[in-house]
């Protein structure tokens, strides 16, 4: 019997249900459990008090400004750096594209906690950069004091999200657009301002409210730069200090998921309506040109003082990595393999939980993101919207809330049949990284979904198979290059996560390698092994990244000429 | 596919739930060196044993404990700071271990006790506070070595030293009590004000101040003595050097109550008490005291520090019950009135540093009285002694943090203590201001 | 305004080593409708796109009113365009999309809001302005298109498949009003289309153009009537060919030997190319289609044949019929009442031949 036409198909309605309850007791019951702390007494009762507590305390006011400013001065930065590019790429014909596509991706393979340390070390006020600035023209530049430092490590990390989303709406832009223009008779800065940025703009937003939600829920940069006044340290602070019984580390909470939401909402619904993805079948891009001579050496110059700077915490982990002593200096004093010796010999514990944590939070990741998919576009179960919103919603939750939702509900519960608490194991933090990762997963294996024409399935169907036999020899093989790319996108952003997994590791043998980064850097003699460990991190990201690239490369090129098969 | 699916994830669960069998779980707040030097020993001599670090600040340790349920918790808490045992002590959550302590270790250093007199916690180690000091930046600035907490106070050190919090660190709150209690309340509060308006920064984290030497962010700051050591040792261009008010303190070791592996607990704490565990103190990378007396002892590497000569050279006499009343006031008065308006407390040094030059090359009786008022706005505590330990004072910081009202008392006693603060630093840059053009 | 001509003179193009225009040479008159038509690859729309500066031809002038314009970049050319996919900006209202040419030339603004609503109410668009591009139809988007050009008053105006993506009913109404409004605006206007439909019912004249070369160019009843060659005969509207060699060359008239078919003696005196074989061309409606074995009237030139398929058009009815072994078409007036012949009626087929035009082999 086919249950393709049943509203409530009962082998689905029990995935549906599966998945829901995995959103709920691992998303939706924690973050509300923060809410419902955050806003009672002692006694149970409601209560505004505690947010009253927060705005009366200076310091607690002053980190939720310091927050915002961090994050809205980031998104400028990041933009200042980031449209340049992008309309070089789009409309210049010239060689140094390629390098342009790498300088999108190199910022995101380096785990920011431990760039920042780097960039501590080139440009904070005794670094590289100053000293011989100091000793040249005797001035120096406070880059890397108090909150321009984490502004700078962030735009720096983050910038490529912008570069990303608004060079594929510009690359969207119908040539005729801009021809139109020009045959108006305008041109230039004009035609850029009225026509292209505006028909670009949902990319750009696109992008800035994602650097501006990353930015404002980061732990680990302010932290390891020594910044306290911002409101992810102060939460953790005061669930660390004070105990996870402390309130106000509740109202932190609710008030950056609170922006969070409010800056993702933000900007879905300036982007409603207005997909300007102008291009149709048979149109083109605009117009490229090539660059004059002048335009040439403006256009390399400022990608090369890009390059230098989104390079600077790349070289300093890999010199740190090397370094033997390195203080008040501009370079190391000698170098040593040494570190990456002690890295090698103590250090495959940190390496293997990475592995275990990351591979398994991706892989249910990728299966929750594809039956997620399946229910929303295979499926007419009423409310299935909900699913993906509530998957989706993960993204607007900042990791250390996560983590304290998950101390305070799972409290005390024990793992079946063992006395050990779920919180004290390495699966809570797993389970935090899943949650969190999932809504990228989600997109991918909905992208790699909607490509596959549902009359692939139907002519299946039509021959006599079964639903699950369906899905397992038509769907999820057509599926496989997005969900293996929705896998490492998954995989890789969990080995660098830092904000969650502070909170929740008790031992040191549970500590992944981000972890492990860290605690390195809490020592004199462990800064070398930490950056040494930094630089494998990177690898790992940098090979994933790559290996992710490739399959949807493939993947995409075989979906594409079915298309056009069916197009013809 | 899904038989197998179900069965690697019951045999991950089941992999976890043997590794707690024979494990003894350590809280402490030491480096890595140290507690892998210690675990790699003690798994050593005890093969059937498995030593869990929990790598956790000490306040946080303390929470952790506190949270846990009995018969759950770990076994070993071990940290520098005394008193923090105090609090857990007097909490009840530290069992009696006499039976594995080690009676060649002498009842106090100086005259502070290495062991609990009820017998609760032991010292493991000893430890003293001192100046660390980056040669290169000193060199380049030409900045004289310093070998007193006063000479960190000079003007020439503005934007040269660095420090952390006592909320942040056990350490750095026993370096503030020391140096309340050797030069009293109120000129104690006004040494550590000014050294923190000569601070660079305030750090994060204790490692903080060593890290910060080491990589030549700023020039000075108090650290523990290991830190200054060890970091020699690892070859940064830096010295460490022990001022006369200086406090020799024990790190301590407890054995914690309701503990879930009790017995396999205290034989950690005899190994780390014993000869064999006394000797890794010694290791050039972790450069901590061992309690035992060098006269017992074999293999002190040359020129080690003594701490039986260091108690004597001190003027200290620390009272760790005097430090335990008053510990959350300290933390918080310091908190809120250095650490979250450290800006403006700098801005206020500034000006007062300021003043005081242009007034030296002209002064001036008005200028001076001025000068004086500013002084003591911007450098005095804002509360006495008395009040420290006063029972309104307790009642707020001993209070039940979940209840709303008490939360509102303690954040409108510490906003109010914040935002005075902030004001008498205002008022105090004016004063200077006006100070230095008279 | 005034009105200007626009001329091509050897204008030649090629991207690489593809040569995409070989040696044009159109003249455009002031004031004219003129049409470029040719099948998709034949170069139309790269010509176009030359005139507006778009494109850049390697060698040749371009002249508009006589003078050269090959480099003056296209925002200065004053030369207005209508895209095949109009290109309205969908961030931006009616209102603006058609303000947008004067806004940039930096006019007062009560001037603007004059030309707008001009332009607006001469597209019958007047109460659109505040809509947006995707609330519109595509007839409607199409109009704003031509506003937002014309309102500039440019001295040229070109259309690149205009009709193109509007649905059958609709290109007919909105060819009639295209023609109305430049009637009435009277700008010299070049449209690009590859129906020889619109071309005809629209232009004054037109160029048809194959693989980059001008094939003809003259009036529609010109190109029609008179197809230069074989490939304008073809292209513009439907012609039958019969090819074969000369027999016989005389004062009345010329035999052809049609392969397969036999011998056609044709009577036709003037405009006789010279060459061995010749192509017979002449046009369906210009057939007569008989039963066969009727009486034959001498006037026309008959050919006997067999009726292969029908296609019955409304107005008229399409036969192919099977001459020989060639395939002749012909179109005979349909009225009610009249029968059709079935498929395998043998029937006579009568060419009148002053409609037979004889063209090079």
Redesign the interface.
Known sequence: MSTHNMKFPPGLMLVALGVLGFLLLFLAIPVGNVFYTAFS??DGSF?M??F???F????LK?SFFNSLYVSVMSVIFASLIAIPLAYLTVRFRFRGALIIQTLGVLPLIMPPFVGAVAL??LF???GTVNLLLQDWFDVSIPIMDGLNGVIFVESLHYFPFILLNLTVAMRNI?G??E?????????GW?LFR??IF??A?PGYIAGASLVFVKVFDDLGTP?VL?I??MLA?QAY?RI?????????GYVISVLMIVFSILALWLSASVLRN?D?S?L?KG?SSI?QRKLGRWESVLAYAWIAFVLLLVLSPHIGVLLLSFA??????PLP?GYTLSHYAAVFS?SHDMMINTLLYCGLAAGIDVILGTAIAYLILRTRIPARRWLDWLASAALAVPGIVLAIGYLRTF??VE?P?????LTS???VIMLAYSVRRLPYALRACVAALQQINVSLEEAAASVGARRHRIIRRVVVPLMAGGMLAGFVTSFITAAVELSATIMLV????DAPMSYGIY??M??????GPGAALGVLAIVVVAIGTYASHLIVERASRRTRSLHAIEQE | MKLRQSSLLAVLMAASATAYAGTVTVITSFPKELTQAYKSAFEKSNPDIKLEILNKNTVSGIAYVRETAEGRRPEVFWASAPDAFEVLGAAGLLEKASDVANHEVPDKIGSFPINDPSGLFYGQALAGYGIMYNTRLLKAKKLTPPTTWADLLKPEWFGNVGMTSPSRSGTQHLTVETILQGEGWDKGWNTIIRMAGNSKTLTDRSFGVPDGVNNGQFGAGPVIDFFGLSSKFSKFPVEFVYPDETAIVPANIALIKAAKNTEEGKKFIRFALSPEGQELLLKPEISRLPVIPYAKMNNIPQGYPDPKILAEKSKVHFDTELSQQRYFVVQSLFDQTITFRHKELQNATRAILDAQSKLAENPSDKGQALLEQAKKLAWSPLIDEKEAVSEDIQKVFQGDKKDASVSQALSKLQGQWNSEAEANYRKAIELAGQAASS | MKKVSVECRDIRLSYGDTEVLKNINILIEPGEFFALLGPSGSGKSTLLRLIAGFNQHNAGQLLVDGKDISAIPPHRRNIGMVFQSYALWPHMTVWDNVAFGLVERRLPRAEVRERVEAALALVGLSTFARRRPNELSGGQQQRVALARTIVIEPQVLLLDEPLSNLDKKLRVQMRRELLSLQRRLGITTIFVTHDQEEAMTTADRMAVLDKGVVQQTGSPATLFDFPANRFVANFVGTMNVLEGAVRTRNYSGVTLSVDGVGDLAIPVHDDIPQGDRLAASFRPHSVRIDAAGGNADAHYVWLPGVVEEREFLGEFVRYAVRVGEQRVTADQSHFAGLSQFQIGAPVALGLEPSQIRLLSA
């Open positions: 007494n002692a209560t008090g505690h009253g507590s927060f009366q305390q200076p310091l002053e501590q070390l904070g006020t005794s119908d005729a657009m021809e139109a223009a020009l045959n108006l008779g305008s041109r004009r009225r026509i505006p028909l703009l932290l020594g306290t006044n340290p602070l660390t200090q004070v105990g996870i019984d402390d309130p106000l207005k300007y102008t149709q149109g117009q033997t002593v390195w203080s008040y200096a004093d103590n409290r005390g793992l049949g063992t006395d050990t608490v194991t390495w699966i008790s031992r040191d043998s605690l390195f809490q020592s004199a003699s462990g800064r």
